[in-house]
């Protein structure tokens, strides 16, 4: 109950500081390479492998219960842009961005380099967290619709070599089943994912104990929530985007 | 000077400082004396609104800090310099850079006149031609004394210390006492120590204020706590005598 206190009012406290204060280009700049940039090659080398599984099971049981793979393509295209593009993506930020960013600031917490920011009049959250929640936002909707878009050339290629389905029967196939909407809830669907991740980090980070055992901690702890999270939030945008 | 009328701090069920009262006259060297989790780096951080305390008040150049809001509790820090257990640096920067984040926050000078108080500061604690250097490429007592140097950077009137010779070697810790002493003449300030160096406090300090379970036992000038009976001031008096 406390833990979730403090992250509602870290949650509070950000928003206030983000309509309030100059923005920092200079930090965001370079959290931004950090998360877009240093996470792109593991990121498109994952989703492409989850495409290529995709199409293959796909079609292997549609193979067996049906008889025919043909709505594969239109199916997987579907299923890459509302699915596997950004929640992939989130996943793999959570452990490769998350983790790092609730090591940093633990770190600096246990070592009291927090205490001297605001002994020197400095706000933790405008100077810590602002900059990581945008960079990330910013970070995660690209990378997300990146990796969508890698997903795509990966199936399409996979289609065409394994299932015998050209480029364009794919792109036709596609047509039917994916609209507008489905591309704008895959950089929805990322943006948010790119919310959860520095707010749920750095609150791990500033609850840190000491030593590398309290590091160890909240940086595990920081993954499993942020991801737990993720798939919820997933489940709810789905729903709306699907239903209401 | 500064001074705390029955202050009161809890973490949750455990009362860490337990209706302390202390006046601290201006220009003192006082050290805060005590065995682990007696409260006393909990006081400091109560002085500069790190902390604040459950009840009690503290006062600081004749003005209640204890309920001030964050924003302006940034004029009592302003006046108040810490230097932090760990060094505290930030590993991003450069020593330079560390030394002249708070002159840059605070003060309203040129990058010049920002390198002079740089330089002048580092020359303070016996330092120079670090300044391009990263704090993990130097050692941990550098780190301490950029640390200290970056507090002193900003004249502070009052001058705190939370065990600044933790993890050194005994020659460094000398070194840094010394500083503390010559920094706290010199810079004509306030000096509060938390420390459990009963030996560097004999020396250097005006008074000795010895903690324990968040009150204090004893407190008087080197000679007056040479002469006390208490047994927790001869536990630590026994180990400098040896």
């Known amino acids: ?244 | 000077m500064i001074e705390y009328r029955g202050l009161v701090k809890r973490f949750g069920a455990k009362t860490i400082l337990n209706g302390l009262n202390l006046r601290i006259e201006e220009g003192e060297i006082v050290f805060v004396l005590g065995t682990s989790g007696t409260g006393k780096s909990v006081l400091l951080k109560n002085t500069v609104g790190l902390f604040r305390p459950d009840a009690g008040e503290i006062w600081i150049q004749g003005r209640e800090v204890s309920k001030l809001s964050e924003h302006d509790y940034l004029e009592v820090r302003k006046v108040c310099g810490m230097v932090f257990q760990h060094p505290a640096l930030f590993d991003s920067m450069t020593v330079y850079e560390n030394v002249a984040f708070g002159l840059r926050r605070f003060e309203e000078l040129s990058e010049s006149e920002i390198a002079d108080r740089v330089k002048e500061s580092l020359a303070r604690v016996h330092l120079k031609g670090i300044e391009d250097k990263k704090p993990p490429q130097i050692s941990y007592g550098m780190q301490k004394r950029v640390s200290l140097a970056r507090t002193v950077a900003l004249n502070p009137r009052i001058l705190l210390f939370d065990e600044p010779t933790t993890g050194l070697d005994p020659v460094t810790t000398r070194a840094v006492n010394h500083l503390i002493f010559e920094l706290s003449r010199k810079m004509k300030t306030t000096s509060i120590v938390v420390s459990h160096d009963m030996e560097c406090a004999l020396e250097i300090a005006d008074r000795i204020v010895l903690l324990d379970k968040g009150s204090i036992v004893t407190q008087g000038t080197p000679s007056e706590i040479k002469k006390s009976e208490i047994p927790l001031v001869r536990g630590f008096l026994e180990e400098v005598l040896a």
């Open chain 1, 1 to 244: 109950m406390k833990q979730l206190r403090h992250f509602f009012d870290l949650v509070a406290r950000t928003l206030f500081v983000l309509s309030s204060t100059p923005f920092r280009m200079k930090e965001f700049s370079r959290q931004l390479y950090f998360v877009a940039n240093g996470s792109l090659p593991i990121v498109l080398f994952c989703v492409g492998f989850a495409a290529i599984v995709t199409i293959l099971e796909a079609s292997f049981h549609m193979k067996l219960v049906i008889q025919n793979d043909s709505m594969v393509p239109g199916f997987a295209a579907l299923l890459i842009l509302r699915e596997l593009g950004p929640v992939v993506t989130a996943l793999l930020l959570t452990s490769r961005v998350g983790a790092g960013f609730t090591a940093e600031v633990g770190l600096m917490k246990t070592t009291e380099q927090i205490d001297a920011l605001r002994m020197l009049g400095i706000d933790p959250v405008q100077y810590l967290v602002v900059p990581r929640l945008i960079a990330t936002i910013v970070g995660t909707f690209l990378l997300a619709l990146l990796a969508s878009m890698t997903c795509l050339l990966g199936a399409m290629f996979v289609t065409d070599i394994h299932l015998g389905y050209s480029p364009a029967m794919f792109l036709s196939s596609m047509r039917v089943f994916v609209d507008f909407q489905d591309l704008l809830l895959a950089g929805l669907k990322g943006a948010v994912f790119g919310a959860v991740i520095p707010l749920v980090s750095c609150h791990f980070g500033f609850l840190c104990e000491e030593g590398a055992e309290g590091v160890g901690k909240a940086t595990t702890q920081s993954v499993v929530v942020s991801s737990v999270s993720i798939i919820v939030l997933d489940f709810i945008l789905s729903y709306v985007f699907s239903y209401v």
